[in-house]
């Protein structure tokens, strides 16, 4: 922490009370970030949102990288205390001076030498630099480029804060993108980069944001319908150089964009290429989906995926295909479309029949990103729409349980293997798919939808309510706040749930499963104890931590008739008399130790079963004893019986002759 209540992050102190505006996008705050070194620029901090996860190795890769000329690259980040809570703070340089073009504004329009000497060539140069680290920007817009007020190359503003794209208006975005839900646009590549920069230079060129008075899924509607290029250039006129450009940068087909390093050296480093695209074939008559009214296969996709319900019956029914067929004249794809429902079109499952309008759409339109029960997002966006989802801050965010069906049904997998789009691998996606299925159905503890959660959303802390709110983002802030918070908790509760086993289960990458399993399957809280004390304890040893005293009393309390359980008496008296000692010495493996070594626990269960059988066979000489001490008193019994018997025989003869004689 520096001094005066600002916190310190990397070579900054950042003053919360100097607010930084327009310099952020996504409804992020930013604050002045004062430098602590001589070589420290003036920077800004941008304070992410536990619910729109940062991306995060992209803040670590760029941090470690040397400075990328035209870009405000991310400098140092951390999780510190803010605002009475822990947050996560990325600062960054300065902008040169304000933005080129804020939404909602018109400025006086660029002229074509000054775009392509300070705005083409720079960001060309960033996107160069970028596409070697294998980091698309996916951030460039109007208001996202500054400058000095006196002119010169602009910067590429920050991109990194929130999940890819989702501070952007969806008039910058390709349309496969802007379909998506914001917090489901996924990574993408350098090639939505340079739409974006076509998009932005017919803002800065006519002085206002095109398609300004239209609504997001109108101005998509509208590239659908029409084709990027004539939607966003609408009624204004380029230059002839910039509209050669622009075309190029708008072309539906990625591969037809110019590449970065053209960019940086336009026009003398451009490459003559072919970007003519082929007129979008329309029907002669729509067909109805909902409110929509679609004449081509773009919009059709469109259509079924936002209109869900109208969508999967008008694909049950057939109507796709004969409208496909007939309208468009699209022989093949009507056949395959059949192909894909004929098995699945007579369900009563709703998931088989959401699956089946899934991969109807894909096949539609290859291009369109992955539609699921009315909403739209790219497969490798699944990680921020589940934390937007679990942690309930999106206004259009999926319900858990149609996120958790649309992992279930493999829809991942069947959607790549029906797009056909060599941007996708199929087998990679079907893989990654299983792989999230059978993660989700586990019920054990460390997995289950709370894993997926942390493996796909690696800046996320854990959200384990039993923390109270301390961010914990690292297995050594995880002990912290375990130990910080084992006080306070009610009697009786073990000091771990299914988050903070999940967080466990991702941060070793699975290496734990088994300890964690074994809590999991206890059958009593004193064994659970004893299994929690050995998990918290590897991870103590990991991290060459620092005792954990509280935790350590919390734990010994739980478990302490697993010290009462040994059956060695000495042992056991030992271990009840040192349970308090060890227990607040916070070496949590002494702690498991004294309860649970291995070790001696079997030699212990041996002696005891050595004395079970000794006592055992004992009990059986003293019964054979006994029972053949039983056995003699009755032969006795019966000897002297006949003694007697016989003796009688005698004296009654004895007695007869004595009669007779006289």
Not at 193 to 211: C, E, K, N, R
Not at 347 to 354: C, F, N, R, T, Y
């Amino acid at each position: 922490m520096a001094s005066g209540g600002q916190p310190r992050v990397g070579n900054h102190a950042v003053d919360p009370l100097t607010p930084i505006r327009g310099m952020v996008g996504g409804g992020l705050a930013a604050f002045a970030a004062r430098p602590l070194a001589a070589d420290a620029p003036p920077g800004l901090a941008a304070v992410c949102r536990t619910h729109h996860p940062p991306r995060i190795r992209a803040v670590e890769r760029l941090v470690a990288e040397d400075d990328i000329p035209h870009l405000m690259r991310p400098l140092a980040q951390d999780v510190v205390a803010w605002e009475g809570a822990e947050q996560r703070l990325i600062v960054y340089p300065l902008p040169p001076g304000p933005p080129l073009l804020p939404a909602g504004e018109r400025r006086a329009p660029l002229r074509e030498g000054d775009l392509i000497q300070n705005v083409v060539r720079p960001i060309g140069a960033a996107l160069l630099a970028l596409a070697d680290l294998g980091l698309p920007h996916r951030g460039i817009r109007p208001d996202n480029l500054f400058r000095p007020a006196a002119g010169g190359p602009v910067m590429l503003g920050e991109a990194w804060a929130l999940p890819a794209a989702f501070a952007q208006p969806a008039v910058v975005e390709p349309p496969s993108s802007a379909l998506c839900l914001p917090i489901g646009r996924g990574e993408g590549t350098i090639a939505d980069d340079l739409y974006a920069l076509g998009v932005t230079l017919v803002a800065l060129a006519t002085g206002a944001w095109p398609m300004a008075g239209l609504a997001d899924d109108a101005a998509t509607c509208a590239k659908l319908e029409r084709g990027s290029l004539v939607a966003v250039l609408g009624d204004q006129r380029l230059p002839g150089g910039l509209v050669t450009l622009v075309r190029g940068l708008l072309a539906e087909d990625p591969d037809h964009r110019p590449t970065p390093a053209e960019l940086a050296g336009w026009p003398g480093s451009a490459r003559t290429r072919s970007i003519s695209a082929r007129p979008i074939r329309k029907a002669s008559r729509p067909l109805p989906i909902g409110p929509s009214q679609p004449r081509d296969s773009h919009s059709l996709a469109a259509a079924l995926g936002t209109h869900w319900a109208e969508g999967v019956a008008a694909a049950r029914s057939g109507a796709v295909a004969v409208w496909i067929e007939r309208a468009l004249g699209d022989s093949q794809l009507a056949s395959r479309l059949r192909e894909a429902t004929e098995d699945e079109a007579g369900a009563v499952d709703p998931l088989v029949l959401d699956t089946m309008l899934c991969r109807t759409i894909a096949l539609i339109d290859p291009r369109a990103p992955m539609f699921w029960r009315g909403a739209a997002l790219m497969p490798d966006a699944l990680g921020p729409v589940l934390a937007e989802t679990v942690l309930g801050h999106g206004q259009h965010a999926f319900a858990l349980g149609d996120l958790e069906d649309l992992i279930d049904s493999l829809a991942i997998g069947r959607w790549g293997a029906a797009c056909g789009d060599r941007r996708v691998d199929p087998v990679a996606l079907d893989r990654m798919a299983r792989q999230y299925r059978l993660i989700r159905r586990s019920s054990a503890l460390g997995s289950g939808t709370e894993r997926l959660l942390y493996q796909l959303n690696p800046a996320l802390p854990c959200l384990s309510p039993l923390l109270g709110g301390r961010m914990a983002t690292t297995l050594p802030a995880l002990l912290r706040a375990v130990e910080a918070v084992a006080p306070t908790l009610p009697a009786g509760t073990l000091p771990l749930d299914r988050h903070i086993a999940a967080f466990i289960a991702v941060q070793v990458d699975g290496r734990l499963d088994g300890e964690l399993a074994a809590i999991d399957e206890a059958g009593s809280v004193a064994e659970a104890a004893v299994a929690t004390i050995r998990v918290f304890a590897l991870l103590q040893r990991m991290h060459a931590g620092e005792p954990m005293p509280a935790l350590g009393r919390v734990l010994g309390d739980l478990a302490g008739p697993a010290a009462r359980s040994w059956h060695e008496t000495a042992r056991r008296e030992r271990a009840v008399a040192e349970l308090s000692r060890v227990a607040a010495s916070g070496d949590l493996a002494a702690l498991h130790a004294l309860l649970a070594d291995p070790v001696l626990r079997q030699r212990d269960q041996a002696g005891f079963a050595a004395a079970a059988m000794a006592s055992a066979e004992a009990a059986r000489a003293i019964a054979a004893v006994a029972g053949a001490r039983a056995r003699r008193a009755a032969e006795a019994a019966r000897i002297g019986g006949s003694i007697a018997q016989g003796a009688g025989l005698v004296v009654l003869a004895l007695t007869l002759l004595a009669v007779a004689g006289s």
